[in-house]
C-alpha cells in the first residue's frame, strides 16, 4: 500500500505565495514521476506541474514563471512552489507519483488526498 499525505494547503491574498508538500510512503521500490494536479469548481482535473526522476519538469501554460516544482528523491518529498497566486488558481490540488511497487514491480499511480488552495482577490 501506497501513501501520499499532502500539506495542507489554505486561504491567500491575489499576488501571494504558497508552498505545497507531498510526501509518498509505503511499498515503493521506485518513483519515475511526481507531480501536482488541479481541479476547480465545475472544471476537469487538470495537470499543474510534473517532475521526473531526473529533474526533468513540465507545467501547465497558466502557471510558467509562477510556480515551481522541485523533488527530493531520498525523501520521496516533492513540492510546489506558487508565487503570484491568481484568483483562477483557486482550486483543489492533488499529488499524484507514479511508482513501482514492490510487491509487483509494476508501474503504478497514487494519489493525495487533495488539499484546498483558495486565492482571494
Known amino acids: 500500500q501506497v501513501q501520499l499525505v499532502e500539506s495542507w494547503g489554505g486561504l491567500v491574498q491575489a499576488g501571494g505565495s504558497l508552498r505545497l508538500s507531498c510526501a509518498a510512503s509505503?511499498?515503493?521500490?521506485?518513483?519515475?514521476?511526481m507531480g501536482w494536479y488541479r481541479q476547480a469548481p465545475g472544471k476537469q482535473r487538470e495537470l499543474v506541474a510534473s517532475i521526473t526522476n531526473s529533474g526533468s519538469t513540465n507545467y501547465a501554460y497558466s502557471v510558467k514563471g509562477r510556480f515551481t516544482i522541485s523533488r527530493d528523491n531520498a525523501k520521496n518529498t516533492v513540492l510546489l512552489q506558487m508565487n503570484s497566486l491568481k484568483p483562477e488558481d483557486t482550486a483543489v490540488y492533488y499529488c499524484?507519483?507514479?511508482?513501482?511497487?514492490?510487491?509487483?514491480?509494476?508501474?503504478?499511480?497514487?494519489w493525495g488526498q487533495g488539499t484546498l488552495v483558495t486565492v482571494s482577490s
Open positions: 499524484k507519483a507514479n511508482f513501482i511497487a514492490i510487491a509487483s514491480l509494476r508501474a503504478m499511480d497514487a
Open positions: 509505503g511499498s515503493i521500490f521506485s518513483i519515475n514521476a
